[in-house]
């Protein structure tokens, strides 16, 4: 009796599902509704609306915006997961997995890294910076900025690093992607506005393009930061050995 | 001449996609897959889409290969023992 319910509820999802598939328009038609309203209007109105050079910068943070909140939050979620497990790494408890290898590093690899990080970390502020006129923002830059700091930490050592980049310091740094975002987002808010309106009607009319390019930067710079200090800090999670 | 590129990285994508599922071993399926990824931002970029072949690049050569090489740093080996 059980089994039958059971067969026979598959079934009725099974004919709902399928009967859904079968109307849905056609993939990759030109006449699907995307095509028509959504895809015209952003390339058209784009770059006045959203506020960005880069259109895919200005539908990421504003037409879409609450997406990449989410999305922010998510890797958020992720780090406070991921610590849960494995826990905080202590530069006097812990070494890096790496140091414990027998295999001697050579001095080539050590001095590349060492002479290369500055470079990717000004690469990666770059993109943060630049994301609003060319290709790029703040989860590029964030991940570039994440694997300098994996670099330095795999050729120098965990104690080298996390000495440098105190837990103080970067426990803010890690919030601070879906910080940034509720900020700003509040701003529009105290503006009588909605949540996340870069364009706020209580700021001078010919200063307005000026205020919502500023904070569609500080937005990035969050993203970037708070990215780049979510996967350093996986990272240090994972290396961590304790010392003997 | 662009075409014969695309279909070159589209060739070595497929070569790489069935190497990742067909290597036995988790090392050598890691780094196959980096390749992957690698090929796969240079033909986001040639669909002219370089927002994504620099998260690709940074993201899935980068990142998830070092984090995929710890993790399997620190796991045994069935088969060894």
Redesign the interface.
Known sequence: MKKGLAIFALLLLWVLLISTVVVLPPMGSPENPTYTHIVPRYLEKGVEEGGAH?I?TGIILNYRGYDTMGEVTVIFTALMAVLAVLGRENFLLHTS?AEMSTVEKSIIVKSVARFLTPFIVLFALY?IFHGAES???G??GG??L??SI?IIT?TLGLAFVTKKLSLKYRVLFESAGPLGFFIIGMVGILCGQNFLTYLLPCVALAYQDLVRHLLLIIVEIGIGVGGGAI?AS??FA??KVEKE | MLRILDALLLIFLLVTAIGVVRTKDLLGAAIIFSAYSLTMAIIWQQLSAPDLALTEAAVGAGVTTVLFLITISRTVRREDE
Request: net charge neutral; glycine share 16%; charged share 10%.
């Open positions: 880069n895919i997995k993109i290709p790029g923002g989860f590029q991940a570039i994440g694997a994996i795999l996967i996986i990272f994972m290396e």
